[in-house]
C-alpha cells in the first residue's frame, strides 16, 4: 500500500477543502491516487469537494494580441507573483502572442526561433527569455498558445493577468465581449453539451451512482437519478446551456442572449494561469530547522 504523507493530504484538502481526516481516509482508500481520492470525497461530502478545482497553483500571465480576423493568447510561467507585475516580464509575454499571431509557429520551440530583441537581449524571443532570466533572477516559460485565422471574427476578454478567453463568433461584437465575460466567471469546459469530452462525463457519472447508490432506492430509481445528475452536470458546464451571468431575470441562458442579439459562437478558449500545474509548496518551518542543523553541523 501507498504512502500517505502529509504533503498529498494537505494537497488533497487544498484542492477539495474537505476536513484533513476525511482528506486521509480518502488517500488511504485510494491507495495514493490522488483523483481516485477526490472522487470518493465528492460521493461522501458532494459538490464541495469539487469547489476548488478551478485553483491554480502556478504564477504567470496571459496575454493575447487581436489583428482584424487573426489573434492569439498564450500563457507564460514565472516562479513568484512579484514577477508577473515586471514591465520587462508583461512586454516579452505581449510580444509573444503577437508573434504567434502573425507567424504561427508550429509549437513552443518553434515561437522561440522568432526574431525579437527586448532589452538588449535577442536576437530570438527564445534569446530575450533567456537574458530576462539572468536580469530578473527568476525561471519563465511560455506554456501554451492558441492562434484563430478561421475567418471569424474574435471577441477577447482578460480578467487581469490570470484569465483570458478569446471567442470567435459572428454576429454582434458588444454581445460575444459580454459572453467572453461570462466564460471568464463561468468557466464553462464546452460550447455545448454535445462536446464535453467522454472523459468528464464518465467521471461525472461514476460519481452519481456512487452516490445515488448510497440513497437505498429501487435500482429503477437509482438509474434515473444518475441520469439526472449527469444532465444537470452538462448543462453546468456547456456554455450555451448556462444562465447568462447578466441575464436580468435571472433565467435567460447564453444560448438565448445569444440568439437574441444574432449572433452564433463558434468557438472559445479559456485560459487560467497556472491550471493543471503542481506547484511546490515550501515548509518554511522545516527549512528553517534544516538550515539550523546544517549551521550546527559545521
Known amino acids: 500500500m501507498a504512502a500517505i504523507t502529509a504533503g498529498m493530504v494537505a494537497e488533497l484538502r487544498a484542492k477539495t477543502d474537505a476536513p484533513m481526516m476525511e482528506c486521509k481516509k480518502a488517500l488511504t482508500e485510494a491507495e495514493g491516487d490522488m483523483t481516485k481520492a477526490e472522487e470518493l470525497l465528492r460521493v461522501k461530502l458532494g459538490t464541495k469537494a469539487g469547489k476548488a478545482a478551478a485553483r491554480v497553483t502556478a504564477e504567470g500571465v496571459v496575454a493575447s494580441f487581436i489583428d482584424g480576423k487573426t489573434g492569439a493568447m498564450i500563457e507564460v510561467n514565472c516562479e513568484t507573483d512579484f514577477v508577473t507585475k515586471n514591465d520587462s516580464f508583461l512586454a516579452m509575454a505581449k510580444a509573444a502572442a503577437e ?39 527568476e525561471n519563465m516559460s511560455f506554456r501554451r498558445y492558441q492562434r484563430w485565422a478561421n475567418g471569424g471574427s474574435l471577441a477577447t476578454y482578460l480578467h487581469g493577468t490570470r484569465i483570458g ?29 454535445a462536446e464535453v469530452s467522454a472523459d468528464l462525463i464518465a467521471r461525472e457519472r461514476s460519481v452519481a451512482e456512487a452516490k445515488a447508490a448510497e440513497s437505498g432506492k429501487p435500482a429503477e430509481i437509482v438509474a434515473k437519478m444518475v441520469e439526472g445528475s449527469v444532465q444537470k452536470y452538462l448543462k453546468e458546464v456547456s456554455l450555451v446551456d448556462q444562465v447568462f451571468v447578466k441575464a436580468s431575470d435571472g433565467k435567460q441562458t447564453v444560448g438565448a442572449y445569444l440568439k437574441s442579439a444574432n449572433t452564433s459562437v463558434k468557438g472559445f478558449t479559456l485560459y487560467v494561469v497556472g491550471e493543471g500545474i503542481e506547484k511546490k509548496v515550501d515548509d518554511f518551518a522545516a527549512e528553517v530547522a534544516a538550515q539550523v542543523a546544517a549551521a550546527k553541523g559545521q
Open 99 to 137: 508573434l504567434v499571431a502573425k507567424h504561427n509557429p508550429a509549437d513552443i520551440a518553434a515561437l522561440g526561433t522568432l526574431a525579437y530583441e527586448q532589452d538588449g537581449f535577442g536576437p530570438t524571443l527564445e534569446d530575450v527569455r533567456k537574458g530576462l532570466i539572468g536580469k530578473i533572477g
Open 165 to 193: 478567453v478569446v471567442v470567435e463568433f459572428d454576429g454582434d461584437a458588444v454581445a460575444a465581449k459580454d459572453v467572453a465575460m461570462h466564460i471568464a466567471a463561468m468557466k464553462p469546459v464546452a460550447l455545448t453539451s
